[in-house]
């Protein structure tokens, strides 16, 4: 969150000169999506100043690799095959949800694969290249993953955490039952693990166990002293979905019970937004290395025709997570297409965001579900270099003023809203370095908070221009 003085403005009245410092997460935006038919996502971020990307081609038959100096520009950077499967035998069907990390001096790509005779007989692979750019240099095969357990495996991944390296991966146990349980293991070498592996997680809630029964997709992010590892769950169609198990990251990670999931899932489909099958992510950071970003895939529609693994239309998207008081992530809702939404922070009441509440705007303490408290600025709906805010959950809902009050209310198609609902942005008035929304319509008014409920208000002292000055996070 957002660190500040403990002083806030309660009913517009401002205790002190105190107030919130810049972010240290400012808000940050991508557009949507960035790259069609590339499922199972990863892109990492490295010291080089490249972000690399590569993910699972609808054709199952190779590893391709991009690299961009922002993830942005991933969606336009080229694209290299880097590794090409085999024509028989192990490695030659089914090439599946590559990653790529860099350890010790190397680059090393996880992927899973079938075979020739067996494209069924999946298991987790490794390659390495010691070049300093993964994209020109050649990589090696350094073989199999061996697991104690010579079943359908998967989704391998690899995290540090207190000087230790792990793999974790999604693996069938016919003495579980169907389907695809979590399991992790240290590692001796980026190629293999040592000792007894240990079941984190099984499929066994009803959000987990539709159409499959799946626990997939682990990637692992770090905050606070815990360690949070998302994975997938459910068939791969509409379906799909995250949860999350969290440990802590001084106890035994090698101990099932040391792992809490969720009651339910994280992160699903929504119909508002348009995006169906939210899962199999991993994690990065944004260019200026001060906000986690999700990085995951999706279908644009809910119906498939025949097996959800023929469709090719899985597509790489990203969007900021944001933390929750108690240091859990809070992953929203999956955006809609374009550019993706901010929040917007109080000056004066650092804990507080804009958000709706039964469409009335208001700002408002850790506010659940997040969505409430996301916009997307687009061009002003009444033009002439205004913006307006758009609901992130609510999808051609703006803020705007009708008799000096704001709401978040449903275009209307009138030149009346258009007006209501668009405002110039101008450097904040209390703080430059935050942003003040000037109403387009009513010259001389401004966005600002009053007994915690927005209003669009003239301005003539310093407490009005803090209520009436926001930051983007």
Request: a neutral charge; proline letters at 5%; glycine letters at 8%.
């Amino acid at each position: 969150m957002i660190a500040g003085s403990a002083t806030a403005t309660v009913a517009g009245v401002t205790a002190g000169p105190a107030h919130a410092a810049v972010p240290a997460s400012p808000g940050v935006t991508y557009t949507n999506t960035l790259a069609a038919q590339r499922a199972d996502p990863h892109i990492f971020k490295h010291t080089d100043g490249f972000y690399y990307f590569t993910a699972t081609v609808p054709a199952y038959d190779r590893i391709v690799l991009r690299r961009a100096t922002t993830i942005q520009g991933l969606a336009s950077a080229a694209e290299t095959t880097i590794w090409t499967k085999h024509t028989s035998g192990e490695m030659g069907a089914h090439i599946w949800a590559p990653e790529i990390h860099f350890i010790d001096g190397k680059w090393y790509v996880y992927f899973a694969a079938g075979a020739t005779n067996d494209i069924w007989k999946i298991r987790p692979y490794v390659l390495e290249c010691a070049a300093a750019n993964p994209i020109t240099g050649t990589w090696t095969e350094k073989g199999r993953i061996a697991l104690p357990l010579d079943t359908f495996s998967l989704d391998a991944t690899t995290f540090v955490v207190n000087g230790t390296r792990y793999l974790s991966w999604a693996q069938n146990d016919p003495a579980v039952g169907s389907g695809t349980n979590l399991y992790l293991a240290r590692m001796s070498s980026p190629w293999a693990i040592t000792g007894t592996p240990v079941r984190i997680s099984t499929p066994t809630a009803s959000w987990e166990t539709i159409g499959h029964r799946v626990n997939e997709g682990p990637a692992v992010i770090q905050r606070n002293g815990k360690v949070f590892m998302t994975f997938s769950a459910s068939a791969t169609d509409a379906n799909y979905c995250m949860g999350l198990l969290t440990a802590s990251a001084s106890a035994d990670l090698l101990k099932a019970s040391s792992w809490a999931k969720t009651a339910g899932p994280v992160f699903t489909s929504n119909a508002a937004t348009g995006q169906y099958g939210p899962g199999h992510n991993q994690f990065t950071v944004s260019e200026d290395g001060r906000s986690d970003i999700l990085v995951y895939h999706d279908r644009g529609y809910k119906d498939i025709s025949g097996d959800p693994l023929n469709d090719p239309n899985r597509r790489t998207r990203v969007q900021k997570i944001y933390w929750k008081a108690d240091g859990t992530p809070d992953f929203g809702i999956p955006v809609a297409d374009g550019l993706t939404p901010i929040r917007l922070s109080s000056y004066n009441a650092p804990d507080r965001f804009i958000r709706h509440w039964e469409y009335r705007a208001r700002i408002e303490a850790n506010v659940a579900p997040l969505a409430d408290s996301q916009f997307r600025t687009v061009t002003g709906l009444a033009g002439s270099g205004t913006v307006s805010l758009e609901s992130a959950n609510f999808p051609g809902y703006y803020l705007r003023h009708k008799n000096y009050e704001v709401w978040v209310e449903k275009n209307d198609g009138t030149a009346q809203f258009r007006s209501d609902a668009s405002f110039t942005a101008r450097a904040g008035l209390a703080d430059s370095a935050g942003v003040s929304y000037e109403s387009y319509n009513a010259p001389g008014r401004y966005i600002r908070h009053y007994n915690h409920l927005l209003h669009v208000q003239a301005l003539s002292t310093a407490t009005d221009r803090a209520d009436a000055t926001f930051y983007l996070q």
